[in-house]
């Protein structure tokens, strides 16, 4: 095993960032200083020509990725001493209560590894002797429709969420599956970042299944089919590029009746499924991918079965890694720390922390709730959200680009926006659900499969029933999460505990850290309610065009300005940024920091150095190369570094405390900047 890793990290190589043969940046700006190793003693870091670099250069000289991760920077540090927080509740034996025993019976099951080590694979091996046996399309309808199956995966994905043209009212939502290599566009022509991605399932993947009682050749023709499937699939399914397209959420409205989405399905037995799923029947159903739906005839056939079954024996063999015995966790360890060029392990506390925030968020919220969170921190977030709403308000009474029939709606979604701040008044309630711990003889897979049932029920009881607006959902937005969220469904700003440490806040620092960090965070989750996405939504959260046509087109026009330019960025030799992916955070970026600049305009001696450090402290990062080929394929938010300079860059406050001038590398003329607001 540790020859075919030492190979596999050889055969990788080629797949890290490089940068061009001279060491210059070859966008002709800026270093991209997020890549470990990027950034050495002898890389100038000059204020006026790379802002993010000359405050952060010491740091990222001296910063260490911890073991078994991939990245490291000031939200990963909130993010650690979250986890420390929440790994001491799931120790502490004192605390009491129905949602500390769950904890500490999940925990118990997660961290004893004498008795995990007992158990071996045997927990799994009837579920996958079960898949095994599938040999007919019929076989595999029944595996999916019995609910004693403890894991089963679909050929679509259902949920139950608020409508989208009517956000007071739950329903089920089909579309497409989750696919291993996240874009259907992956399967036509393969991207890096693709490769990556295929590399470490199918690498997992045949371990996996060899641990399960595969042989090696059985392993690899499983692997292989199970791609085969997925690429039917994707053929069917839109690319991630559609979804920073304009018209996305208004193509996701396909609407149908139970009896519309039988005859949309034809021989495929939807209703079956989503019955045996755990979904109860509803008025309508809102289908996301309807092209791809009307296609499930001719993906699932008799003749693809043998496909079928073992697509549905990777996704089981990928899921269970992380619930077995010790063996397979180091194993599928090294070999994900072997394609992205991590190194060590995770401590036992952590891999059991990880275990129980996937299965009970909820509860572990809770008791973070009562241990950490404080009404200090409560308004303190408060007060900053109040003067950023009320300069917002301020913002959009005065864009000169913006007619007063989309002002003054744009003003009544601002003031109708829901405040979510550090932890919610009512606390869910999961006193319905148990599991057998060590002592009754459980198992993770077994817990595994009790949540899950648990969740599904708790899903089916909302159909087609009132979305109790102003309740803080702790499922979808746990607080003990190190993030902020802006959700426009529920035309709300969410700021969350978990982020509430280190360098993004902490409540004995100056008032103008405090707006460096938290504020420009709060200023930008705020913008979301109009960047590209939220414009799309009404004050009610509700997807509905409130915009005339000639503010939309010009808004349009700026946001397209916006893109054209990152596009035109190349952070290494054969990568490139998306603009269209990147927009809706980019825009938020620089909204918040025209917010958070013109509240310190109203401050007499406001210490701007102490601000605009304090912003790029923030955002700072290492991480692996390997590990940011996919993070910028996928991720919707720039690289850190461009969250720093390309947002101060925009803004006469930062040039001109600064001296900035032209021909300096943070210099952008004002006809070329691109904020949108």
């Not at 050929?155 to 989208?164: C, T, Y």
């Not at 399932?201 to 641990?211: D, K, N, P, V």
């Not at 490139?576 to 809706?584: E, I, L, M, P, Y």
Request: aromatic share 10%; glycine share 6%.
């Amino acid at each position: 095993m540790k020859k075919f890793i030492a190979l596999l990290l050889c055969a990788l190589l080629a797949l890290s960032p490089a940068l061009a043969e001279d060491g210059k940046i070859l966008d002709g700006r800026w270093l991209a200083a997020d890549i470990q190793g990027n950034v050495t003693e002898d890389t100038p870091a000059v204020l006026r020509d790379d802002y993010g670099l000359f405050v952060n250069k010491e740091w990222i000289l001296h910063s260490a990725i911890p073991a078994g991760e991939t990245t490291t920077g000031s939200l990963e540090d909130a993010d650690r001493t979250l986890r420390e927080r929440q790994i001491a509740l799931m120790k502490d034996d004192s605390l009491t209560g129905h949602d500390a025993d769950l904890v500490h019976k999940l925990y118990a099951l997660a961290s004893d590894w004498d008795y995990r080590n007992a158990q071996g694979v045997e927990p799994v091996l009837p579920v996958m002797e079960a898949i095994r046996g599938i040999d007919s399309l019929e076989a595999f309808t029944g595996y999916l429709c019995d609910r004693r199956n403890i894991k089963r995966f679909y050929p679509l994905g259902m949920a139950v969420a608020a409508d989208l043209t009517d956000p007071g009212i739950y329903i089920t939502t089909i579309g497409a599956p989750v696919l291993l290599l996240r874009d259907s566009a992956e399967y036509a022509a393969r991207t890096p970042a693709g490769e990556l991605n295929h590399t470490i399932y199918e690498q997992l993947g045949t371990y996996m299944l060899m641990r399960l009682g595969y042989s090696g050749d059985e392993a690899a023709q499983a692997i292989a089919n199970a791609f085969a499937f997925e690429a039917l699939m994707a053929a069917h399914i839109r690319p991630a590029a559609a979804r920073y397209q304009a018209d996305y959420f208004a193509s996701m409205l396909n609407y149908y009746t139970p009896e519309e989405l039988e005859a949309l399905a034809g021989s495929f037995p939807i209703l079956d499924l989503l019955r045996a799923f755990g979904l109860q029947p509803g008025r309508k159903y809102l289908v996301t991918e309807p092209d791809y739906i009307s296609a499930l005839p001719e993906i699932c056939t008799e003749e693809n079965v043998v496909l079928m079954r073992d697509w549905m024996a990777l996704k089981t063999a990928l899921s269970v890694a992380n619930l077995l015995d010790r063996e397979t966790l180091q194993q599928t360890e090294a070999i994900s720390n072997a394609i992205l060029g991590a190194s060590g392990g995770r401590s036992d506390d952590y891999l059991a922390l990880q275990t129980v925030m996937s299965l009970l968020p909820v509860p572990m919220d809770n008791l973070y709730i009562q241990a950490y969170c404080t009404e200090q921190q409560r308004q303190d977030m408060l007060d900053i959200i109040t003067d950023i709403v009320a300069y917002y308000r301020v913002m959009l009474g005065s864009v000169d680009w913006l007619g007063n029939e989309t002002r003054a709606k744009a003003i009544e979604k601002l003031d109708s926006m829901r405040i979510n701040a550090v932890y919610p008044d009512e606390t869910g309630d999961w006193s319905a659900l148990d599991f057998a711990g060590i002592g009754e003889g459980g198992s993770l897979l077994a817990a595994t499969g009790a949540v899950e049932e648990f969740l599904v029920s708790l899903q089916s009881q909302k159909v087609d029933t009132a979305v109790k607006q102003d309740e803080w959902d702790q499922m979808l937005m746990p607080t003990s999460m190190a993030n902020a969220a802006y959700d426009a469904q529920k035309n709300s700003i969410n700021i969350l505990a978990g982020i509430l440490s280190g360098a993004v806040y902490n409540e004995d620092m100056s008032y103008e850290q405090k707006l460096g960090g938290i504020g420009a965070i709060i200023g930008h989750e705020i913008s979301h309610a109009f960047d590209t996405n939220g414009a799309q939504f009404d004050k009610n959260g509700a997807l509905s065009s409130w915009w005339t046509q000639e503010d939309y087109a010009a808004f349009q026009a700026r946001a397209a300005k916006l893109a054209a330019w990152y596009d035109g960025f190349i952070p290494w030799e054969g990568a490139a940024f998306s603009g269209r992916q990147v927009q809706t955070e980019a825009i938020a970026d620089m909204a918040g920091m025209k917010c958070i600049l013109a509240i310190a305009a109203q401050h007499k001696d406001f210490d701007y150095d102490a601000f605009f450090r304090q912003y790029a402290t923030v955002w700072r990062m290492q991480g692996l190369p390997a590990f940011l080929v996919t993070k910028v394929a996928t991720d919707v938010h720039p690289m850190r570094y461009m969250r720093v300079n390309v947002t101060l860059a925009q803004f006469d406050e930062f040039v001109d405390f600064y001296g900035i001038q032209p021909g300096d590398g943070m210099y952008i003329a004002p006809e070329d900047r691109i904020a949108v607001w």
